[in-house]
């Protein structure tokens, strides 16, 4: 997805984050999303657990979800001016398929989330982790607008996550498809956009101490309107990694990617990358990755040479409790010819039990984007300015049923007028998950 600078509309996101369990509730990571297996005969109670209550079938267990949403939204093609506002109604019907040794990790119901991160840690820091599984999803979102039907649509979002651990090594591989009708923040309108993300990842353990990583990935982002332009995306990052303690690991890599877009010559870059991971007691984890970025476009145009960088810090005081922060900075082609922009942003949340069943969620972020020329035709010089503020409540009417009542502002100010809009959506959603 484009998190940095493609708005979706708040419905689709709540149906993509229906894919982290509710009685989690996470639209971002908590140091107790991968839970650390008890010991062995209480796992195997897990396990008998688990297989009682999913539907299994030959040896696959399946998870069915669905989730009903029902918004206002002020400004649904997100102009200037002329704002369009409608009310909107999504079903969104699911099933998520899971193979594999996960039981004692997930004893309830699982999602692809929860196996990402089962992939964003190494399988071989703890023996008793699930060693090998694969998970499928695939959820349709079906959207009928109430007094504009002609913008009905059905968006569609796929996934595939699989894990497989040797002596020393450990692979997997990563896939995300999605065709959705979404606001678009670079175009200025409400546009369907087709991508495919896929990541391969190994790792190998020279030592409990030392490990090296060798990681590709392919991304295809492409517009249904021919008139805005798409890319791929070729990418290598490899690592060195060393565990200096419980507390502390740290990486050194590098990473070396080719870009083709659609209307313009493709583009190479090179970066070279520090990592370091801290925890504290459970409470604090800090994930920091930043380096620096050399990218050729061609076509004389001049190189340049920009910070990258991802930072996600997670505090977790309490149990009922959690905070987190977001920095991230990075390039991508435009949807505009000739163009590429870099995006500089940041977010800090929070999510807090309140009753005993009654979850908050707020979460407010800022993203500076510029547009710089990499073609002849390019138009540099655009710069936008987009400001979030999400409020979320969810009610967990028992293991099965979650209530959700959501409100988000969204504000663009760009140097192009036409570019700058406000957007206000409010609106309630009902989950069920097996």
């Known amino acids: 997805m484009k998190p940095l600078t493609n708005l979706t509309t708040f419905s689709t996101t709540l149906i993509l984050s229906s894919l982290v369990p509710c009685a989690r509730g996470a639209d971002y990571p908590t140091p107790g999303d991968v839970v650390v297996p008890p010991e ?206 419980d507390k502390l690991s740290a990486g050194l890599g590098a990473a070396f990617g080719y870009v083709i877009p659609e209307g313009n010559s493709s583009q190479t870059y090179q970066q070279a990358l520090g990592r370091a991971v801290y925890k504290i007691s459970g409470k604090i984890n800090l994930i920091a990755k930043g380096g620096v970025e050399l990218r050729e476009y061609g076509q004389g145009q001049t190189d340049t040479v920009h910070p990258a960088f991802d930072v996600l810090g997670l505090y977790q005081p309490w149990e009922t409790t959690t905070f987190s922060l977001k920095a991230y900075g990075r390039e991508e082609p435009s949807p505009s010819a000739g163009a590429d922009y870099t995006t500089y942003g940041a977010s800090a949340g929070a999510r807090q039990l309140l009753f005993n069943c009654l979850y908050a969620d707020v979460n407010a972020g800022y993203n500076d984007v510029n547009f710089i020329s990499t073609g002849p035709s390019g138009g540099a010089g655009r710069t936008d300015n987009f400001y979030f503020a999400r409020l979320r409540f969810d009610y967990q009417l028992n293991a099965h049923w979650t209530a959700s009542l959501f409100y988000t502002h969204n504000q663009n100010t760009s140097t192009t007028s036409e570019f700058s809009y406000a957007n206000n959506i409010v609106g309630a959603r009902l989950y069920w998950q097996f």
């Open 40 to 245: 062995t005969a209480a796992g195997e109670a897990l396990d008998l657990s688990s297989r009682e209550g999913s539907l299994r079938i030959a040896g696959l267990d399946f998870f069915p979800h669905a989730s009903s949403t029902a918004l206002y939204d002020d400004n649904l093609l997100i102009s200037h001016t002329n704002k369009l506002a409608v009310n909107e109604l999504t079903f969104s019907p699911g099933l998520t398929i899971v193979g594999g040794d996960v039981a004692t990790a997930f004893p309830g119901s699982v999602s692809l989330g929860q196996l990402r991160n089962l992939l964003d840690n190494s399988l071989l820091d703890d023996a008793s982790k699930p060693q090998r599984f694969i998970g499928i999803d695939y959820t349709p979102a079906l959207n009928l607008f109430v007094d504009h039907n002609h913008y009905n649509n059905v968006d569609e979002f796929a996934g595939l996550i699989a894990g497989y651990t040797f002596a020393r090594l450990t692979i997997g591989v990563d896939q995300d498809f999605k065709n959705e009708a979404e606001k678009n923040n670079l175009v200025g309108d409400r546009v369907t956009i087709w991508s495919y993300d896929t990541h391969l990842r190994s790792r190998y353990e020279f030592t409990d101490r030392t490990s090296v990583e060798m990681n590709g990935n392919y991304l295809k982002f492409e517009y249904d309107d021919q008139v805005f332009q798409g890319y791929q995306e070729f990418r290598n990052d490899d690592w060195l990694n060393r565990n200096f303690n």
